[in-house]
DNA sequence: TCAACATTCAATAACTCTATTGAATGATGA
DNA sequence: TCATCATTCAATAGAGTTATTGAATGTTGA
């Protein structure tokens, strides 16, 4: 990464800050880096793993992330956990999806195809959940993996990642509706969890965006690990 | 500009667009013909003029924001006229740069060594400076270009651009508090007008931010060329 | 002190982006 | 139809970015 060089123009100087920070959004490992990092702070091993990419390589992109501003980074024995630096970058990755939503038609097109055909029905929003589980109406499930679960879920929520769904339908109550969420808003965890759930006779839907969005909004959040019910 | 690849994987399809749309954004010449935009729609010629590129360069440039969908372009006659493709792009604008304030050192110390330096009282608030506006208060001055000024201005204020500042100072009326406004939070024009001003004994004071952010407020805007009280 | 391990660093080849040049396109008005 | 003008295109050299490799760093627990 270049470091902008200092010049005698401040504008300038300030717009080649403004453009390292915008270079270091601007690469699919790097956002799909922020995607996790969104769930919780994460060592790099784990963030490689996520993320497809080799070890060496997901340090270069997170240093370059953290050279920006963008993610923190902070040793813990022998592991570097990273984080976002800020709730500020999730609002700036929001803003991203909402430009490249409005303004890119293969974006659109790729939604469509692959996100609206999973799921017709509006999902649900933040404020309509709480509502629906202060009446004791719904079951709020969480389909992610359960290290992200234990770093941060809807409080009273039952994990069982998408993996494991088919074999643990049991532990389902089928008499009150489902309501799934992931990752965030191009998560299709909870697409797929709720075309499950529907073939299987549930009523299922989807919460809005996840788990990320959900703290934004300064909901509360409840850590640890599940209970498995065998 | 690379088109992201189609793949069989829609969230990897989709962070490539996403990237390619930070891509666009993550050039300091793009970010300053943004900041042109931001102002108004605009000519090849006079963007390339304003932002110090050849035209060739900033047709490239302006080319490459299009087809991020970050701006839009329209001929008319010879010319064809470049804009801002929605809002949300200036909103994006607003979210890159309180990451870069916030987060990277550097930022922190241009804006206070070079903006700071030249204001230390708070600038006025919008809402503040309608009030003030509505009761006769104050003089609200633009000292942008005169073409900027005519795309759109505060209701009611005068244009006196920067350069002519010294030689107009008769036309301010010094029984009150002028309020100086520019292109936005990183043009010095407004720092430097009320610097000039309060030597000659003004009381002059900034509004915050500039004239694409009191759009972007949905406050009222007048368009038209300036009436030179000679 | 040592081996084990997570992460970073350095070097490098393949690839991508930028600015510049001069030619091409397409609209205008004579 | 032609010359003029604003913009874009095509080619290209120079600069920057990425993924990969293998070595280096720094922490842990024996």
Redesign the pocket.
């Known amino acids: ?2 470091q902008p060089k200092s010049s005698p123009n401040p504008k300038a100087e300030l717009f080649a800050q403004f453009a390292a920070v915008a ?1 270091a959004i ?2 699919p ?1 790097r956002l799909a880096l922020l995607e996790q990092l969104a769930q919780g702070e994460r ?4 963030l ?1 793993d996520r993320t497809q ?5 997901a ?6 992330m953290r050279r920006a501003g963008l993610v923190a ?1 902070q ?1 813990s ?5 990273y984080r976002l630096a800020d709730d500020a970058v999730l609002a700036l990755l929001t803003q991203l999806r909402r430009i490249a939503e409005r303004n890119v038609a293969e974006v659109d097109r790729v939604v469509r195809s692959y996100f609206h055909a999973r799921d017709s029905l509006e999902p649900v929003s933040r404020a309509d959940l709480m509502k629906r589980v202060r009446a004791g109406l719904v079951v709020v499930l969480d389909v992610r993996p359960a290290d992200e679960f234990a770093l941060g879920h809807v409080p009273g929520a039952l994990n069982i990642p998408l993996s494991d769904l088919k074999r643990r339908l049991r532990e389902l109550d089928s008499s009150k509706e489902v309501v799934a969420y992931c990752r965030g808003p191009y998560c299709v965890m909870s697409y797929e969890a709720v075309a499950a759930l529907r073939k299987r006779g549930f009523r299922a839907s989807r919460l809005e965006d996840g788990m990320p969005e959900w703290r934004a909004a300064g909901l509360s959040v409840e850590t640890g690990a599940p209970e498995r019910s065998g």
Chains 1, 2 share one sequence.
Not at 43 to 46: D, G
Not at 53 to 57: F, R
């Open positions: 990464m270049t270079k601007a690469h490992h060592s790099v091993e784990v490689a990419l080799s070890i060496a390589n340090s270069q992109h997170l240093q370059q980074a040793r024995g022998k592991f570097i956990h």
